[in-house]
């Protein structure tokens, strides 16, 4: 009789995939939750934190004054078109490749998310009193932010392997721009939007272990090269917008407090380069948790 491994998969051609660990999916879950703390302990419980955030908040009006109606336009649309691009998507996906519970677990999460997103924005205090000139009301996470991410994430979530890299940083950059958006028009500050993504990204990855396991027949990488969705030119974008952004946002946080004053946008683009870094960086960490532990090997 011939027995089979239950950690692996036998698929076309004579090749395996290794069964799905569940433990780095969890580590990047703690890792999301452990953002989202941090963010909120030093952009709301620190003096230091709670002026950069503000000052960019404040400097967002310089903005706004020049590209602040398109903005505005995106934000309004944003809501009806987050939800038509994960309910289209997901329906055509569910539909033609039958992967119902993917579709589902993909909803749930992107409920969920969004529902995390008020509780915490109900529960928490009003910001405390640190010196700095400020409303006290709560408004961490942004919700507009987290509606745009867990849609971006809803549609990562079912499509296929070789497509999760070029719909990682699509959706990526669908978050990022909305989140900036908000920034401009000065709905949220930056710290709001990095949360935002910080509970989409909790959610999606313990949604991403679940589609992966109930779907090994189709949850197969089999590498970068066989499509041009499945490029690391995806994930390489996305590690370049990191880079830069995060030198950016180093190198004017250096001239304001070597020179003692700033630009009337320098604590703006900071703020503008920290969404950039959360967004791409947690792009890159979904593409590699939802490609890697699938990758085909060749059985001997």
């Known amino acids: ?11 076309p051609r004579g090749r395996t ?3 799905v660990a569940a ?14 703390l941090l963010s909120y302990r030093f952009f709301i419980e620190t ?10 908040l404040v400097e967002a009006a310089v903005v ?6 398109q903005t505005a336009q995106v934000l309004d649309l944003l809501p009806v078109t987050s939800v038509v691009i994960a309910a289209v998507v997901v329906l055509f996906v569910t539909l033609a490749r ?25 529960g928490l205090p009003d910001r405390p009193a640190l ?13 507009h932010s987290t509606l745009a991410a867990s849609a971006a994430a809803a549609v990562f979530l079912v499509v296929s392997p070789r497509w999760r890299p070029a719909a990682a940083f699509m959706g990526g950059s669908y978050a990022i721009i909305a989140g900036i958006s908000t920034l401009i028009n000065q709905w949220h500050r930056p710290a709001d939007v990095v949360a935002a993504f910080f509970v989409v990204a909790f959610w999606s990855v313990l949604a991403g272990l679940l589609v992966l396991r109930s779907g090994p027949g189709w949850n197969v990488w089999l590498g970068s090269k066989q499509h041009w969705a499945s490029s690391r030119g995806w ?14 946002a180093t190198l004017v946080l250096r001239h304001v407090s070597a020179n003692g004053g700033a630009s009337s946008v320098s604590y703006f683009l900071v703020g503008v380069a920290q969404i950039v870094v959360a967004g791409y960086g947690l792009t890159i960490a979904g593409t590699l948790l939802l490609t890697l532990p699938v990758r085909r090997r060749s059985s001997r």
């Open 1 to 11: 009789m011939k027995n089979s491994s239950p950690h692996h998969r036998t698929g």
């Open 17 to 19: 995939a290794a069964r």
């Open 23 to 36: 433990w780095p999916f969890l580590g990047a879950a703690l890792i999301a939750l452990a953002g989202l």
């Open 47 to 56: 003096t230091t934190g709670q002026f950069i955030d503000e000052s960019a």
């Open 64 to 69: 706004r004054r020049r590209i602040g109606v």
């Open 98 to 122: 039958r992967r119902w519970k993917a579709a589902g677990i993909a909803l749930i999460a992107m409920a969920a998310a969004n529902l995390t997103t008020q509780v915490i924005k109900v």
């Open 131 to 143: 010196g700095i000139n400020t409303l006290a009301l709560n408004s961490l996470p942004s919700g």
């Open 235 to 248: 994930t390489a974008l996305a590690v370049v917008a990191v880079l830069l952004a995060g030198a950016a």
